[in-house]
C-alpha cells in the first residue's frame, strides 16, 4: 500500500536553531501534502497546505515565516522550523492525498517529535 | 467553539463490551467525516468513513445524523487491541482533505 515516510522521527535541537523535516511519498506523486501539529492530549490540528510548485496555504495562527513550507517535487514536502523554541516543541506529521483516490484517502507519515530545549 | 467535538474519555471497558462514542460538529458545511485511530505516539490511521446511511465494517458501526451534526462510532465485542484514541474527523473542504480532527476519545479495553 502507499506509504508515506518522515524523517527524522526523533529531533532535540537548541532554542534558537531551525529544524527541517521532510515528508516523502513512496509510492505516488501527491500534489498535496499537508502538515499538522499535535499537541500532548490534543487534537491534531492542520498548520498549512503544501501544494507542489506553488505556495502553501496556511491556517490562520500560523506564522508562515517560522514554518516555512516547501514542496518542490511531487513525492517530497519540507517543513522548517526556523528560529525554534521550547513552545514549538510537538509531534509534527505529515500526510499527502492520494490524487486517484476518494477524498478519504490521506496517508500520514509516522511523525516527527521535536524537542526544542 | 472547537470545530469537531469529542469526549476525551477515558473509556474503560471489559473484553468483549460494547462502547459508543459520540461526536459533535459546527460546520454545517462538512461534507464528509471519518473515524481515524491513533495509538500512543503514533500517526492516525484510518478506521472508516461515516456515511448519512450509517456504515458497518465488521464490529464498527459508524453513524451520521446531519440535523443534528453529530457522528457516533459503534464497537461491539470489544477486543484489547481495540485500546487506542478514537478521532472524529470532518472535511469542511468539500473534498479536499482539509480535516479538521477532534480532540479524540480514550478507550481502554481490559481483560
Known amino acids: 500500500g502507499a506509504v508515506v515516510s518522515q524523517h527524522p522521527s526523533w529531533v532535540i535541537c537548541k532554542s534558537g536553531t531551525s529544524v527541517k523535516i521532510e515528508c516523502r511519498s513512496l509510492d505516488f506523486q501527491a500534489t498535496t501534502m499537508f502538515w499538522y501539529r499535535q499537541f500532548p492530549k490534543q487534537s491534531l490540528m492542520l498548520m498549512a497546505t503544501?501544494?507542489?510548485?506553488?505556495?502553501?496555504?496556511?491556517e490562520q495562527g500560523v506564522e508562515k515565516d517560522k514554518f516555512l513550507i516547501n514542496h518542490a517535487s511531487l513525492t517530497l514536502s519540507t517543513l522548517t522550523v526556523t528560529s525554534a523554541h521550547p513552545e514549538d516543541s510537538s509531534f509534527y506529521i505529515c500526510?499527502?492525498?492520494?490524487?486517484?483516490?476518494?477524498?478519504?484517502?490521506?496517508?500520514f507519515g509516522p511523525g516527527t517529535r521535536l524537542l526544542v530545549l | 467553539r472547537k470545530e469537531v467535538e469529542q469526549d476525551p474519555g477515558p473509556f474503560n471497558v471489559p473484553e468483549g463490551a460494547t462502547v459508543a462514542f459520540n461526536c459533535t460538529y459546527s460546520?454545517?458545511?462538512?461534507?464528509?467525516f471519518f473515524w481515524y485511530r491513533q495509538d500512543c505516539r503514533k500517526e492516525p490511521k484510518l478506521l472508516m468513513s461515516?456515511?448519512?446511511s450509517g456504515n458497518e465494517d465488521g464490529r464498527f458501526t459508524a453513524q451520521l445524523n446531519r440535523a443534528s451534526q453529530y457522528i457516533s462510532l459503534l464497537i461491539r465485542d470489544s477486543k484489547l487491541s481495540d485500546s487506542a484514541t478514537y478521532l472524529c474527523v470532518a472535511d469542511p473542504s468539500g473534498g479536499y482533505n482539509k480535516l479538521i480532527f477532534g480532540a479524540g476519545t480514550r478507550l481502554a479495553v481490559h481483560p
Open positions: 461515516v456515511y448519512s
Open positions: 500526510s499527502a492525498r492520494h490524487p486517484g483516490q476518494g477524498v478519504e484517502t490521506q496517508y
Open positions: 460546520n454545517s458545511a462538512s461534507q464528509s
Open positions: 503544501s501544494n507542489e510548485g506553488s505556495k502553501a496555504t496556511y
